[in-house]
């Protein structure tokens, strides 16, 4: 069983629908989870740190953690072409473990 | 905002020959720089943990006198594939932690080997 399971998709939406990402694990050592965009042949963009349970918001985009649950999700509100991606769930004890990336495509 | 940069972007070579990528920190000293590898449609996989002045320090699996890493400085730090095969190809990518700050890690733009 792998440390973070993230569905690999893809995922595609009509603009302007929210867009839902999620990763559960199995680690519970884990401290800090981050959300990173990357789009094709370039390295991953940070979106999101959290570092507890709970929600984070910023913009257009809103981070939810459930520590109880090892389960952490990605919102991403009135999306738009340019929020098509690859998203990448990331999670860290002493390193940083990632969930395989969702490709989401936002259909103009 | 914190910049990583990383040297070549894409370098085409022969089979048996040894390949440099530089990452560097371009606004920030890092202690500690980080080396993955992704494959097509496959997640990041951290492959070793460089700091500064010591030696890297390698996940299981990865062969040390393979990828050679050197950290000489706070700002730059190297990654040396040495007799590159083919299943080296790949799309490398460094990161950088702040020194002395979060345990945010920010990214290069990754450099896409191939290895003919």
């Known amino acids: 069983q792998k440390e973070v399971e993230q569905d690999p998709g893809p995922l595609s939406v009509p603009e302007g629908a929210i867009v839902s990402l999620n990763c559960t694990y199995s680690?519970?050592?884990?401290?800090?989870f981050m959300w990173y965009r990357q789009y094709s042949r370039k390295g991953p963009e940070l979106l999101m740190y959290t570092y507890s349970s709970g929600n984070k918001e910023d913009g257009r985009f809103t981070a939810q953690v459930d520590k109880s649950s090892k389960y952490i999700s990605l919102f991403i509100r009135d999306s738009q072409p340019s929020d098509s991606a690859t998203y990448l769930c990331a999670m860290e004890d002493y390193k940083l473990s990632f969930g395989a990336g969702t490709t989401v495509t936002v259909r103009a | 905002g914190a910049v990583v940069s990383q040297h070549p972007s894409r370098v085409i070579c022969k089979s048996g020959t040894s390949v440099k990528i530089e990452c560097r920190s371009l606004d920030f000293q890092a202690t500690t720089m980080f080396w993955y590898r992704q494959f097509p449609k496959q997640s990041l996989m951290l492959m070793a943990t460089s700091n500064e002045g010591s030696k890297a320090t390698y996940e299981q699996g990865v062969e040390k006198d393979k990828f050679l890493i050197n950290h000489a400085s706070l700002t730059l730090s190297t990654l040396t594939v040495t007799s590159a095969h083919p299943e080296d190809s790949s799309f490398y990518i460094c990161s950088a932690r702040l020194a002395g700050g979060s345990e945010t890690q920010y990214f290069g733009p990754g450099t896409r080997l191939l290895v003919l």
């Open positions: 680690n519970s050592a884990f401290q800090y």
